[in-house]
């Protein structure tokens, strides 16, 4: 019995040291994204998934992290050689990218669905099923310098200029003071019957886009919130738009691909997927690469949509793909991380991971990094030898 | 998670009695008849398990499959990362043999997946489309349980639910197949019957046809009003809320009652306005059975009188499926039973809404049953009402519609070998030959033999259309054998029947949504006319001509299948406002269904690398006499369930010195492959002991040794089961310094006989026998040797529906050397009586008690929420007995009254309450006792 008590108080201390090792993010540096750091959810405010830094397959995993809890499909984000990794459990974990050693973790939301937001010292977070559902977090003192709440956020925030965009599940797209945490200006889709938003937003800096469940994709002036335009699909929207020169890029559940004009909404050109898209895509100044539910994955010109190739997959695409210099990553519920030739669709590799593939790989520095539904995050490097 | 035929409307019924006694003292048995060879057909996400002679299906199947895979992948944007394993019958027959599941399979149920395993097992009925609709049902099941264990698991939230079945069975049926003539048959009559179940109090018909269909609703006005998206976002948000119904609320923005507004009222919007132009069948036509459920009517006139008018109907109106009479003369009489099913081997299982009847001109009635292993055909004489003859075709496992030739030596029947493929046959009763008339995949169903005898008139799938499930009309030539359309387009044609001359074909059809009776003349001239006869909101079946210018046929109205009748069918043929031209295009193929060819190979049976688990469980518990103890279970068994492995181990020490002695284990090995079903294993128990003999005692008892055992079952509901064992035991005396050691090997033979029918409580209907012969031995030391006699006969009489009155006759007799006691008292046997007070080497018992509804359901409702207790039963008793060893003393008896509520369907409270009548019935008890347990009714 004195042993059993023994064990049951050892148990108490072990937990309690656990949880106050764990319990606050605080870092010791002050974090200051480049340029080439990847700080929001498809890289920029364009949402692209594009990335310069070309990493040449084949590829090696270095190592693996377990984050213990499920991801959304907006992946991570990377500075300043530390990989934020927020999971479905609402922990957000700050990993080392060199070591893929845990440097801290806390539990926020009851999700964190999309990738946190990086600026200079903080993160923006968005969350799930909180009162306060996003805020700027002070990684240095471990404590939140605003907090708001904008609606149930399963989505990224995005972060441009001076302002947060978040869209949430009560269907409203908010603009937040990115200093202050003050609400800039609202957007709501309908007076009733409001749809939920799962697309996060995009902007070209003058106008902001998203898609919504109702099936529209909406346009509202970046500055006040004013709406501009509507384009209607059959379905919902929960692929995210990409914006590159005056075309917006977005799949549709009614299995359609679309590109539209980001100044007045109109349709350049659309292409049938025959399957529902809930993917969003990765594109290059002249490429659109898009996956469907299908397992099939289409390069298209981003002029007139034409296809230039394609490539099938065991399996369905969940989210999207990310261009790394003449690469192609792009991760399959099939379990294979694929790297294909970005000019021909050629399967220049692949990779068999543990589990399901359901968010985007993400390059930073010389790692690339993969999300695993068995809740591990593997870095992969271009060799062995070239990290040394 | 099963997928239901039409007929589990009756089936869900009386499934129960099915279920439980199998793992009671009695119990029916799972035959396995038949010895399977199996074969795994691999593709690139099954392992397809088939057995030789159902080559074909299987491909045909593992094509459904990958498609179906392709499917739900998309839909449910998910995929499984495991190989799931189908398993595959060629025949609802061999289904029912399957050991993946314990219990018995009744005839409605279409297929399951069974998640432990994530086995899907499903049988061939004989429609390609409907084998591809009940894969991609049960593919659902597995898509969806893969799909909320990925989203948990990403959420780290224990996964101890699943959506309630409504759901889980709507999205099955919403994503398998399209909303069709049965489930508008449903909806509507629900509707304009004024039953319709609001979702918000949808577990009141938990588990029912009714309860599919109106969650396959649910789900598709899901689908149209909010989006399709939201059937995956109810999945994708399950995590978020701890009851389903507040994922509802999150999800769609509405909860369970504002719901119900909306989609009640649009389908009331759907279906009043049919009463513009349609009828309930009770409003316009003439009931002649409407109690039950009742199918496949058939008229007969004898040749030679001219006032006798009988209709003969398949028809379940007491649990078990029997054949009835009616004359037609004075339809206002209740039916005659003529036949009674489902209690003797000969009768085993009549195929309720399956197989039409037909009489021959000399009186002759034909109908199928299994029997053993097979269907069989019986010929059964009217006029002597006895069976004269019973066909049963070797090369024929499943039997369909049988019709006899007008001159009553021939009989076409539509059947089905092990290829699963129905086909028609004749067979010559004179020749005793059987000839096959068609022989493909297509399915061809209710034969009707023509007046003149040149052809017969059938429903088959082979057409265009056939590839969506769709039935049209045909006629074999019997001269040329030339099959040649009646019927042609997108609709269902089914159950054709000819007019005495021969001039007019009956059918059902279900033209315009609804299935009605449709009417046209048998000319060569093309292209022909066909009439609409009846304009039934709901559906009416299997039409047949009566005598003159009547027709009988079943209609369902009200939830159940009613037989009516309908006069002056020719005048209704003239005045019909709907009539339909019959268009054929003959140059359009048939339908060919696609195949894979997969990997094939051959395993062996026992899957000797392939066990897994079934059950582990540990457990610790604490007895305030016995101390602590902790264990283990698990079982193993092979992904067909033929092959089980028990182990069990936990030690009940007390102290640390006790910690090697007293471990107990057993493991036995249970072999369900073959008819004779075995099993054997050993064991070793050892720990304290209290032993309820006079006086009681604790005692510390060690006991090693090993055990084989067989059952061969005779049929359905006999089986002779016999267990040999021998162990050594070592029995320590506590507080004393006595102890007797001793080498046991004990026989036992016993005969099983049970067919009885099951209420919420006990048995209703049938009888239950047993009685067991043993012997035991102590072969080194000699301290015990006695032999036992166990007889115990249950008997039921059904007074009414819900009602009967049930006998029990208890003799047990034990004598030799240190033989042991029985006890008894209590609500289980002498009630009025302690629990177990009654202790003696002989036995006897006798009980007689009535058993009826008592109260059905009481809510007892408070503000926040509401109690419901249904299907409280009541009982009143008297019981006899008394237990001795070698004096007899006296008869005790008691009689009283009780009640019994059934809990959840596994649990049955009792309360009793009487007198005691002691001293050899002299002496009545003063005051009433009382007595409160649990446990079904004997």
Avoid at chain 1, 161 to 184: C, H
Wanted: glycine share 8%; net charge neutral.
């Amino acid at each position: 019995m004195k042993k059993f008590k023994l064990y049951i108080f050892m148990m108490c201390i072990m937990v309690t040291l656990n949880s106050l090792s764990c319990s606050v993010i605080k870092v010791t540096k002050q974090i200051k994204p480049r340029a080439t750091d990847w700080v929001q959810y498809g890289g920029s405010h364009l949402r692209t998934n594009y990335s310069k830094i070309g990493l040449k397959p084949p590829l090696v995993p270095v190592w693996e992290y377990d984050a213990e809890a499920g991801f959304g499909p907006y992946s991570v984000t990377a500075a300043d050689s530390i990989l934020f990794v927020g999971n479905l459990r609402g922990d957000l974990h700050l990993v080392d990218i060199q070591s893929g050693k845990k440097i801290k973790k806390q539990k926020f939301g009851t999700a964190i669905s999309g990738s946190v937001a990086l600026t200079t010292g903080s993160v923006y977070i968005a969350m799930l099923n909180n009162s306060k559902t996003l805020g700027k977090f002070d990684l240095l003192n471990g404590k939140f310098e605003w907090t708001i709440n904008a609606g149930q956020i399963e989505t990224a925030p995005l972060l441009y200029d001076k302002q947060v965009f978040v869209t949430s599940l009560e269907g409203k797209l908010s603009a937040i003071n990115a200093r202050t945490g003050i609400l800039n200006w609202e957007f709501v889709a309908a007076k009733k019957n409001v749809k939920p938003m799962r697309s996060a937003p995009a902007t070209d800096g003058n106008t902001v886009v998203v898609g919504s469940d109702d099936g529209n994709l909406y346009a509202v002036d970046i500055d006040n919130g004013n709406f501009k335009w509507k384009f209607t699909t059959e379905k919902s929207i929960f692929s995210s738009p990409s914006i590159v020169g005056n075309a917006v890029v977005f799949g549709s559940l009614d299995g359609y691909l679309y590109c539209v004009n980001i100044a007045d909404g109109n349709l350049i050109w659309k292409k049938n997927f025959s399957a529902p898209i809930f993917s969003s895509q990765a594109v290059s100044d002249s490429f659109v690469y898009a996956g469907s539910s299908d397992g099939m994955l289409r390069c298209l010109d981003i002029k007139d949509g034409t296809e230039k190739w394609s490539f099938k997959a065991q399996s369905n695409f969940y989210a999207a793909s990310l261009i790394s210099g003449n690469i192609l990553y792009i991760g399959s519920l099939d379990k294979k991380l694929y790297a294909l030739d970005i000019h021909t669709g050629n399967l220049v590799w692949s990779y068999l991971m543990k589990s399901r593939i359901k968010s985007t790989p993400v390059v930073w520095g010389g790692y690339l990094f993969v999300l695993t539904d068995n809740q591990i995050v593997t870095a992969f490097v271009e060799s062995i030898a070239d990290r040394k | 998670m099963k997928k239901f035929y039409f007929i589990f409307l009756l089936l869900s019924a009386f499934c129960n009695e099915l279920l439980y006694s199998q793992f009671f003292y009695f119990g029916r048995n799972k035959v396995q008849y038949t010895q399977f060879d199996w074969h795994v057909l691999e593709t690139e996400h099954f392992d397809i398990y088939y057995y030789n002679g159902m080559e074909e299906l299987a491909e045909k199947g593992a094509y459904f499959a990958e498609q179906s895979y392709k499917n739900l992948e998309q839909k449910f944007n998910h995929n499984v990362l495991t190989r799931i394993p189908l398993i595959f019958y060629s025949t609802h027959l061999h289904f029912q043999q399957t050991n993946v599941t314990p219990g018995f399979i009744p005839e409605g149920v279409g297929g399951f997946f069974e998640f432990i395993k994530g086995r899907v097992v499903i049988p061939f009925n004989g429609s390609l489309e409907q084998f591809r609709h009940v894969i991609e049902h049960e593919l659902v099941h597995v898509f969806m349980y893969s799909k909320i264990n990925s989203v948990m698991r990403d959420h780290r939230v224990f996964t101890d639910r699943l959506p309630p079945l409504w759901f889980v069975e709507g999205i099955a049926e919403y994503w398998s197949t399209d909303w069709d003539s049965q489930a508008e048959m449903i909806l509507r009559d629900a509707v304009l019957n004024n039953y319709i179940v609001p979702l918000d109090d949808i577990e009141r018909i938990y588990g029912t046809f009714l309860m599919y269909k109106e969650g396959q609703s649910i789900v598709e006005f899901i689908a149209e009003k909010f989006g399709e998206e939201k059937i995956l976002l109810l999945m994708e948000n399950f995590w978020r809320e701890t009851s389903f119904e507040k994922v509802f609320k999150l999800t769609l923005g509405v909860d369970y009652e504002e719901f119900d507004k909306d989609w009640i009222y649009s389908l009331k919007k759907k279906y009043y306005p049919i009463l513009l132009d349609h009828d309930l069948a009770g409003n316009v036509t003439e009931e002649l059975v409407i109690k039950g459920f009742n199918s496949k009517p058939v008229f007969y006139k004898q040749q030679n009188a001219d006032t006798s008018r009988k209709m003969y109907f398949v028809a379940n109106h007491s649990g078990y499926t029997s054949i009835y009479e009616l004359d037609l003369n004075n339809p206002q009489k209740k039916p005659k039973l003529l036949i009674e099913g489902e209690r003797t081997d000969e009768f085993e299982a009549f195929h309720l809404f399956q197989n039409k009847l037909s009489i021959s001109k000399d009186g002759i009635l034909i109908f199928v049953t299994k029997s053993g292993e097979n269907d069989v055909l019986h010929l059964f004489d009217i006029a002597g009402k006895k069976i004269i003859e019973t066909l049963r075709f070797s090369e024929l496992v499943a039997l369909g519609s049988a019709s006899w030739s007008p001159d009553g030596k021939q009989i076409v029947i539509s059947a089905t070998g092990i290829t699963g493929s129905y086909d028609l046959y004749i067979w010559n009763l004179d020749e005793k030959v059987l000839k096959k008339l068609t022989n493909d995949i297509y399915d061809d169903r209710d034969p009707s033999w023509s007046p003149d005898g040149k052809m017969i008139a059938f429903s088959s799938d082979r057409t265009p259309f056939g590839k969506h499930g769709v039935y049209n009309l045909f006629s074999f030539n019997i001269e040329t054998s030339d099959i040649e359309y009646l019927t042609y387009g997108g609709n269902n044609y089914y159950s054709p029947d000819w007019s005495a001359d021969g001039k007019w074909l009956i059918f059902a059809s279900d033209i315009g949504g609804s299935r009605n009776i449709w009417m046209m003349q048998n000319e060569s001239k093309h292209p022909r006319e066909m009439v609409k006869i009846t304009s039934f909101t709901t559906a009416a079946f299997d039409p047949t001509f009566a005598d003159s210018s009547r027709i009988l046929f079943a209609v369902f109205e009200n939830y159940s299948f009613q037989i009516r009748t309908i006069e002056n069918v020719y005048a209704i043929y003239d005045s019909s406002s709907t009539r339909r031209t019959v268009n054929i295009i003959p140059f359009e193929e048939k339908w060919i269904p696609k195949s894979i060819i997969g990997v094939s190979e051959t395993k062996s049976l026992k899957y000797i690398d392939e066990y897994s688990l079934d059950i582990a469980q540990s457990q610790i518990s604490t007895d305030p006499v016995f101390g602590t103890s902790g264990g283990a279970f698990v079982a193993l068994s092979d992904l067909l369930g033929n092959e089980q492995y028990y182990f069990l181990i936990y030690n009940t020490a007390q102290s640390q010195s006790e910690l090697l002695n007293s471990f107990n284990f057993a493991i036995s090995r249970v072999s369900l492959t073959q008819r004779t079903n075995f099993g054997y294993g050993i064991f070793r128990f050892s720990g304290r002991r209290y032993d309820l003999t006079d006086p009681d005692y604790f005692y510390f008892e060690r006991v090693f040794g090993g055990y084989f055992a067989l059952s061969y079952p005779l049929s359905k509901f006999k089986r002779i089961e016999s267990v040999t064992s021998i162990s050594n035991s070592e029995k320590e005396i506590i507080e004393t310094i006595r102890g007797r050691k001793a080498l046991f090997l004990s026989n036992s033979i016993t005969f099983v006989h049970d067919n009885s029918l099951w209420g919420p409580s006990g048995p209703l209907d049938g009888s239950r026998f047993k009685i067991t012969f043993a012997y035991t031995s102590d072969i080194q030391y000699s301290n015990a040797n006695y032999y036992s006699f166990i007889f115990d006969y249950r008997y039921y009489i059904r007074l009414t529906q819900r009602s009967a009155y049930a006998m029990r006759y208890w003799l047990f007799y034990n004598g030799g050397q240190e033989a042991r006691r029985f006890f008894m008292g209590g609500n289980w046997d002498l009630r009025g009586y302690p629990r177990w007070s009654l202790r003696g080497q002989k036995l006897w018992l006798v009980s007689h008690e009535l058993r009826f509804p008592f109260i059905d359901q009481i809510t007892v409702k408070f503000p926040f929420f509401g109690l419901t207790f249904a299907g409280l039963r009541g009982a009143a008793f008297f019981d006899a007995g008394n237990a001795w060893d070698k004096v007899y003393t006296e008869t005790l008896a008691s009689y009283g009254a009780g009640l019994r509520l059934n809990l959840g369907g596994f649990l049955v409270l009792r309360y009793d309450f009487g007198k005691r009548i002691e001293n050899n019935l002299t002496t009545v008890q003063k005051d009433y006792f009382h007595q409160f347990f649990f446990g079904w009714d004997f």
